[in-house]
């Protein structure tokens, strides 16, 4: 029998698909519950197993994993990535450890959420990272950041690809400094409203809403540039001054301030 089975006999046109990979069948009512009262349509399966092409059956907006076994968690998700690399995922872990996660945003992974918040926090999580946005706590941002600084020596030659102008270069480097408006305004000798102009920009150019998914973007694709040919990863740039990210809270998504 298929171990991937829908927690919904029929599931309706306007809610969205997603796929649980967790093995314990308590935690597998318990997010299936929440999951599905936030709107999604769960299909739940105590194996990492790869979902079938999206041209087989209806495509899933999202993958939540239960990451109790860290290497196996990440063998999975280096899977899924490169078969599906569109497909959004959220992982839960027992504890949020800083290396652990590093190695899964590195894959691609853009939530992460501890077993302690899932009861408060996974239905939001969930709606957050099937809109492409990013759910990671600052602290964890932040160390992410400082720990790929060494490697983001060869990214800025993307900026040409991104079609990114020269004063949209000089507020992106100001903005992934943390830098408010006001303060963008002030280095560059323009109005407030012009920088507000050009950060609007930037936010449609690389298709995210808020500047903490800009930062997380921008910063996985230095990482990426920076990688030899068949390495695997991501694609961007990122400016030497990036340690004001470590001053403030308005970088976590609603829930990990």
Not at 128 to 147: D, M, N, Q, R, W
Not at 180 to 195: C, P, W
Request: glycine share 6%; net charge positive.
């Amino acid at each position: 029998m298929d171990p991937l089975r829908s927690n919904r006999p029929h599931a309706l046109p306007n809610r969205r698909k997603l796929l649980l990979f967790c093995q314990h069948p308590v935690a597998q009512q318990r997010f299936a519950r929440l999951l599905s009262k936030a709107g999604f349509d769960v299909v739940v399966s105590p194996e990492l197993r790869l979902p079938r092409p999206p041209h087989e059956t209806t495509p899933a907006q999202l993958v939540i994993l239960d990451g109790c076994e860290p290497t196996a968690a990440r063998d999975f998700v280096r899977r899924l990535r490169t078969q599906q690399p569109d497909l959004a995922v959220l992982v839960l872990l027992p504890r949020l450890e800083d290396p652990q996660i590093y190695s899964l945003l590195r894959l691609g992974v853009k939530g992460v959420l501890a077993y302690s918040q899932a009861q408060r926090e996974l239905a939001r999580s969930a709606c957050l990272v099937a809109k492409g946005e990013y759910c990671i706590p600052h602290e964890i941002l932040t160390g992410f950041i400082e720990s790929i600084l060494p490697e983001l020596d060869g990214g800025k030659s993307l900026l040409t690809e991104m079609e990114v102008s020269r004063r949209e270069r000089d507020v992106l480097d100001l903005l992934l400094e943390n830098l408010s408006n006001k303060e963008i305004a002030a280095r560059l000798f323009v109005s407030e409203r012009t920088v507000k102009f050009h950060v609007s920009n930037l936010l449609s150019k690389f298709g995210v809403q808020r500047r903490a998914d800009l930062i997380v973007l921008w910063m996985r694709r230095a990482v990426a540039a920076s990688w030899p040919p068949g390495h695997g990863g991501y694609i961007g740039s990122a400016p030497a001054h990036v340690n004001g990210l470590c001053a403030n809270s308005q970088l976590a998504s609603p829930g990990f301030r």
